[in-house]
């Protein structure tokens, strides 16, 4: 029997909800209560290694080069016991991870973060999971992280344990632009977020109800290649989400000033560009676009007063090892 693998590196990157997910089922173990469809993006990467090592006491976690300490190294712990649990291992581990964008502001690194955890986990931990499994491992601990397991386009469905590839960015290559307003983090988590809009939105039943047919519509402008159809779902899915958000008890409000700017000014811009808006639980704006209209599209959106970035995106590939080793089968463990 081969000696397991003690350390492994996985590179994911983040995801773009097309259609959003904005609330949980009520049971199981964080089930999405809507289906949504995602565009996983080349240009959002997070990069993380895990080593079981049995010197450690606890669990470690280096975020962008500091070590963390509370909710996010808790999370990373939980996803850590559920992989122990299934090797039969008792190993602490120390994670390393590295995002190449700005953490915990709606710019996904939740999505790309808790896939590359999920494969360099399991890897480390000597078990060799289908994509399959990889996406429900990860989905328990941030649903749209469900999702960055695969390239392209991908579907979540309402309460579903993973997600699933739909289509591949190369045979519908759209391009996203990633408008970012500020460098802070969020106030309120998405987790808590959803929460809230649940428990006390009066909207939230009329979001829950509509969800799906948005949906539905967003997959067949995917299959028809229909961009139109495609950004106007998405834009119906951003507002509508936002929406309920805001009858909130408090309101929830991610988005800023800046933000409604770059969105005025797009409008302004689609006259000779075809572009659509999306924004997620940030002030960011992400903007679907053709390849051919990106690069005029990014110079004009970074001249918006208070725009600190814009990074243009292609459609990624889904989670991957960066030094494979080779696995131990499952059985063995
Ligand atoms: O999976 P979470 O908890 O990071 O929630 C993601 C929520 C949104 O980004 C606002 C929408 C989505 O579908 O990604």
């Not at 006491?57 to 080069?65: K, M, P, R």
């Not at 712990?77 to 291992?89: M, P």
């Not at 309120?188 to 959803?194: D, F, I, N, Y």
Request: proline share 6%; aromatic share 6%; hydrophobic share 45%.
């Amino acid at each position: 029997m081969s000696v397991p693998p003690r350390a492994a590196t996985a590179v994911a990157c983040a995801n773009i909800a097309l259609i959003k997910y904005w609330g949980k089922a009520a049971d199981g173990e964080n089930l999405p209560a809507v289906p949504s469809l995602s565009l996983t993006l080349d240009g959002l990467r997070t990069t993380t290694r895990v080593a079981f090592d049995a010197s450690v006491d606890a669990d470690e976690l280096v975020l962008d080069g500091k070590p963390a300490t509370g909710r996010p190294l808790e999370r990373v712990a939980a996803l850590l016991d559920t992989v122990r649990a299934r090797a039969g291992i008792a190993e602490r581990a120390r994670v390393k991870s590295e995002n190449s964008f700005a953490t915990a502001s709606g710019l996904a690194s939740s999505a790309s973060g808790f896939a590359a955890l999920a494969l360099a986990a399991t890897r480390a931990a000597g078990l060799s999971l289908s994509a399959a499994e990889l996406s429900a491992l990860s989905r328990r601990s941030s649903a749209s992280a469900a999702r960055s397991v695969f390239g392209g386009y991908v579907a979540l469905a309402a309460r579903a344990e993973a997600a699933e590839p739909l289509l591949s960015g190369a045979a519908w290559p759209l391009c996203m632009l990633v408008v970012a307003t500020t460098r802070a983090e969020k106030p309120v988590s998405s987790s808590e977020g959803m929460e809230r809009t649940a428990r006390t939105s009066p909207l939230y039943r009329a979001w829950v109800t509509h969800a799906p047919a948005l949906f539905e519509r967003a997959r067949r402008a995917l299959s028809l290649r229909d961009f139109d159809a495609l950004g106007t779902a998405m834009q119906e899915s951003t507002w509508m989400m936002h929406a309920s958000m805001l009858a909130a008890r408090p309101a929830l409000r991610y988005f800023t000033p800046t933000t409604l700017c770059v969105i005025d000014r797009l409008h302004e811009l689609r006259a000779e560009n075809p572009a659509y808006f999306t924004m997620d639980a940030g002030p960011h704006v992400k903007v679907l676009t053709l390849a051919e209209h990106a690069n005029a599209l990014a110079g004009a959106l970074r001249a918006v007063t208070g725009v600190k970035s814009v990074i243009v995106c292609s459609p990624g590939p889904g989670v991957a090892l960066l030094d494979p080793a080779p696995p131990k089968p499952e059985s063995e463990s």
